[in-house]
């Protein structure tokens, strides 16, 4: 059985860490090398920085941060915000990265998923999935570039797509949680779950630990990402793992 991972998840804006609230309004929360240093001191699994710079989108800021975030934390990292080929994400990976996040070319050129994960293996590829409940008939809608652009595709089909040029994994989003605090969107990750192939992470809506283990009980989702409940709280995985533990969760001994 595959061990469940907290995974935290930190957004970069010019240089500092932001919290979004469903992707509009931020507020700043830090620096992000000091910040993943106590990640990496808390026994976090993984740690996935996102550049959501709307007017930069390229790797620029990753490649900048990556190189000093590694000189302190020594947890997987996944680096995602800006790629646009798969000569991006090979820069990334040898600069430090252990995977890298795609969202917007995975609507328009897919081959490059493929391109990376014959080049490093799938377990480097994520593809990230911002998804809103459609306010008239509930069904899920996914969005692109930070959230701007509609994408006309289903989720299932756009899921298993994804896995079909080459993606280990995939992290969905929900935009409307994102920042909220009050859980995650447990029928979002419930459909993707019901066709991914391949581990899933879970994000946006984590506010306490009790939102952690419904996410974990009732979806069987590999990972929780958390933003607002490691920035706004004196919550951290080393608590939240052992919270879940007691539930009969078992994590990676790092």
């Given at each position: 059985?595959?061990?469940?991972?907290?995974?935290?998840?930190?957004?970069?804006?010019?240089?500092?860490?932001?919290?979004?609230?469903?992707?509009?309004?931020?507020?700043?929360?830090?620096?992000?090398?000091?910040?993943?240093?106590?990640?990496?001191?808390?026994?976090?699994?993984?740690?996935?920085?996102?550049n959501i710079a709307r007017e930069q989108r390229t790797i620029d800021m990753l490649r900048t941060v990556i190189e000093k975030v590694s000189q302190v934390s020594f947890m997987p990292m996944a680096?995602?915000?800006?790629?646009?080929?798969?000569?991006?994400?090979?820069?990334?990976?040898?600069?430090?990265?252990?995977?890298?996040?795609?969202?917007?070319?995975?609507?328009?050129?897919?081959?490059?998923?493929?391109?990376?994960?014959?080049?490093?293996?799938?377990?480097?590829?994520?593809?990230?999935?911002?998804?809103?409940?459609?306010?008239?008939?509930?069904?899920?809608?996914?969005?692109?570039?930070?959230?701007?652009?509609?994408?006309?595709?289903?989720?299932?089909?756009?899921?298993?797509?994804?896995?079909?040029?080459?993606?280990?994994?995939?992290?969905?989003?929900?935009?409307?949680?994102?920042?909220?605090?009050?859980?995650?969107?447990?029928?979002?990750?419930?459909?993707?779950?019901?066709?991914?192939?391949?581990?899933?992470?879970?994000?946006?809506?984590?506010?306490?630990?009790?939102?952690?283990?419904?996410?974990?009980?009732?979806?069987?989702?590999?990972?929780?990402?958390?933003?607002?409940?490691?920035?706004?709280?004196?919550?951290?995985?080393?608590?939240?793992?052992?919270?879940?533990?007691?539930?009969?969760?078992?994590?990676?001994?790092?």
């Amino acid at each position: 059985m595959l061990k469940k991972r907290i995974i935290p998840i930190q957004l970069l804006l010019n240089g500092r860490l932001v919290k979004t609230r469903t992707f509009g309004d931020w507020r700043d929360v830090g620096d992000p090398v000091k910040s993943s240093a106590v990640y990496n001191s808390q026994n976090a699994d993984e740690l996935i920085l996102l550049n959501i710079a709307r007017e930069q989108r390229t790797i620029d800021m990753l490649r900048t941060v990556i190189e000093k975030v590694s000189q302190v934390s020594f947890m997987p990292m996944a680096m995602g915000g800006g790629i646009a080929s798969a000569d991006d994400a090979a820069e990334l990976i040898r600069t430090g990265a252990d995977k890298v996040v795609v969202n917007s070319c995975a609507y328009s050129d897919r081959a490059e998923i493929t391109a990376t994960a014959e080049q490093f293996g799938s377990q480097a590829v994520i593809v990230s999935i911002d998804a809103r409940r459609d306010p008239d008939n509930r069904s899920f809608v996914l969005y692109s570039d930070c959230g701007r652009k509609l994408e006309g595709v289903p989720i299932k089909e756009h899921v298993e797509r994804c896995i079909a040029a080459g993606a280990g994994e995939i992290m969905v989003q929900s935009i409307d949680r994102d920042g909220t605090m009050e859980g995650y969107d447990l029928d979002l990750v419930k459909e993707v779950m019901a066709v991914a192939s391949v581990p899933v992470i879970a994000a946006g809506g984590s506010g306490n630990y009790s939102h952690l283990k419904d996410l974990f009980l009732q979806t069987g989702v590999s990972a929780a990402a958390c933003g607002s409940l490691f920035n706004f709280s004196d919550s951290n995985p080393i608590r939240a793992k052992a919270f879940l533990t007691n539930h009969g969760l078992n994590f990676k001994v790092i």
